[in-house]
């Protein structure tokens, strides 16, 4: 809303000395004409009465501005004073005093207030310069023009109504634009207390949010900041700030490479990061971990008007998957050994020809679930291991692997008359470390065998793309819904529909994937479509002697 006025008892000295100010010129031109008056003795010793009373007007008006408080009264009943000094130039002009000029004086002043007071101003204007010759002549009988009233009979009523008209047209055109400037001026006052108030509100909302909140500007410079990100910083990310200030105390996921400060250039440029963890370290042995998410402001033109950043703390969820995969990896370790022990053993026994036939079947079926409790073990330990522990890389021919991998398979989708179709372009030589690759290949075809119907297909095609090399496995299976595409990447994550079904998994087969060509450089992507099937994508970078 508009602001009020600093006090009223300043806006009323202002006002009544504005009164007393536009009065002063006359006071002092009619002072000194009275003066030059008498020190020429014109009209002999002494002033004649017109004269004085005139002078004696003139001190009323004078005094009238000085004293009385204009602004308790209404607008016009400042016409008082300028009329009064008309009546004072009369009084002179009434002995034949060439002072009609000075009728200009009170004219300007009473046009300065408004369309009536400048008819008045006119009015009277006129009828003072003129007046007194017009009564001469009705006392005479006739109107003579002599070049002493000439002056007085023309030229100053032209000169009046010129300037009245003049100041007025003035005055209106000012005060339009004084009133346009007051309205905007309020305007601009109410937007600016409303920013003011949406800006409280925002700050509000952000400091309620657990997640650490930045707006950063074009140049990187923190404009606002909520509690939770202060907190977080300790105090290094707040208003004025630059986002680099941070940078010495970043680490990557691995929470031992710093940060490369071209990420946070290019977070500051409007880059769009999601869910990203970086480490905040505080000092030694203190340090924090914290999923950071980054968008550009919107913006009309071209550029970015700013960045926003969401910072949230994951130190508790990454310490306690840390502390699962411990516990994974070392249950794992204590099952292998014994489960080692027990299928040497079978294998010994199944070996032995003086096991009874029907005693054989039961080996055979004891050893194909210890060979799956074995699978299930590596998946775990699999599992556990990092993404970065991909063994030595090197040249790595796709197709051989492709080969390997579908000749491993063929029985499996023979039982369940599944076609298994390979289509390769290019030499599909790819920089990887076999063995993690194969498992990779290996976990995406058996999924696509395992999920697709009886009579199903399964087609694999292999290409070359530049400096990339892309194999697609899809299926005409039953497909994903939506909503649990999003987490098949998730350690553990089964979707519903499998979970009660005849169909084994761990649900660490895609995760395990995953990670693996990640870490190799690569990608690797699923889309579905429910009643269509899948089509898994992976992207790795091609070896170097393709």
Not at 42 to 56: I, N
Not at 57 to 86: F, K, Y
Not at 108 to 119: D, E, F, K, P, Y
Not at 402 to 425: F, G, H, K, L, N
């Amino acid at each position: 809303m508009p602001r009020q006025p600093a006090s009223l008892p300043a806006e009323t000295t202002q006002r009544r000395f504005a009164v007393l100010g536009r009065q002063l010129p006359f006071f002092a031109v009619f002072g000194v004409m009275t003066v030059a008056l008498t020190a020429w003795q014109e009209y002999g010793p002494g002033l004649p009465d017109p004269v004085l009373v005139g002078a004696a007007v003139n001190l009323l008006a004078t005094a009238l501005a000085a004293a009385v408080p204009w602004p308790a009264l209404p607008r016009w009943a400042e016409t008082v004073v300028p009329l009064l000094d008309m009546v004072a130039v009369v009084c002179v002009l009434t002995v034949g005093a060439r002072a009609s000029v000075l009728i200009i004086l009170p004219v300007v002043w009473l046009a300065a207030m408004g369309r009536t007071a400048t008819i008045v101003a006119v009015t009277a204007g006129v009828a003072s310069s003129m007046g007194v010759d017009i009564v001469r002549a009705v006392e005479a009988g006739a109107l003579a023009i002599t070049p002493d009233n000439a002056a007085r009979m023309f030229v100053v009523p032209a000169a009046v109504i010129a300037v009245a008209t003049s100041l007025h047209l003035s005055e209106k055109r000012s005060t339009a634009r004084r009133e346009l400037l007051a309205g905007q001026s309020a305007l601009v006052e109410e937007l600016l207390e409303d920013t003011a108030q949406d800006r409280a509100r925002l700050e509000g909302v952000l400091n309620t949010i657990d997640a650490g909140v930045a707006v950063l500007d074009p140049r990187g410079a923190v404009v606002v900041a909520n509690r939770a990100l202060r907190e977080a910083s300790r105090g290094v990310l707040t208003v004025g700030a630059r986002l680099t200030d941070a940078l010495p105390r970043l680490l990557t996921a691995d929470g031992v490479t710093p940060v490369d400060p071209a990420r946070l250039a290019g977070v500051v440029d409007g880059e769009r990061v999601s869910r990203r963890v970086v480490w905040w370290e505080y000092g030694p042995a203190d340090r924090a971990a914290f999923r950071i998410s980054s968008a550009p402001l919107p913006h009309d033109g071209a550029g970015s008007e700013g960045t926003v950043v969401a910072l949230h703390d994951v130190t508790d969820e990454l310490l306690a998957l840390s502390q699962r995969d411990d516990f994974v990896s070392s249950v794992s370790h204590e099952l292998r050994t014994p489960l080692t022990s027990v299928t040497g053993y079978l294998d010994l026994a199944v070996d032995d020809p003086d096991v009874p036939p029907h005693v054989a079947g039961y080996l055979e079926v004891a050893e194909r679930n210890a060979g799956r409790l074995r699978i299930l073990i590596d998946n775990l330990l699999s599992a556990a291991r990092t993404a970065s522990d991909v063994g030595s890389r090197e040249d790595v021919d796709l197709h051989a692997v492709i080969a390997d991998v579908v000749e491993s398979q063929t029985p499996r989708a023979v039982d369940r008359d599944i076609e298994i179709a390979t289509t390769a372009e290019g030499s599909g030589i790819v920089c990887a470390d076999v063995g993690r690759l194969t498992q990779v290949v290996d976990n995406v075809v058996s999924n696509a065998v395992k999920y697709s119907h009886p009579g199903g297909h399964v087609s694999i095609e292999l290409r070359d793309e530049g400096s990339k090399v892309r194999l697609v496995v899809a299926d005409d299976g039953p497909g994903i819904p939506e909503a649990d595409q999003r987490q098949l990447f998730t350690r553990f994550y089964r979707a519903p529909e499998v979970r009660h079904t005849a169909v084994q998994g761990t649900g660490l087969g895609l995760h395990i994937s995953r990670q693996i060509v990640e870490a190799l450089g690569g990608s690797i992507a699923l889309s579905s479509e429910p009643g269509r099937g899948t089509r898994v994508e992976i992207v790795l970078p091609a070896g170097v002697g393709r």
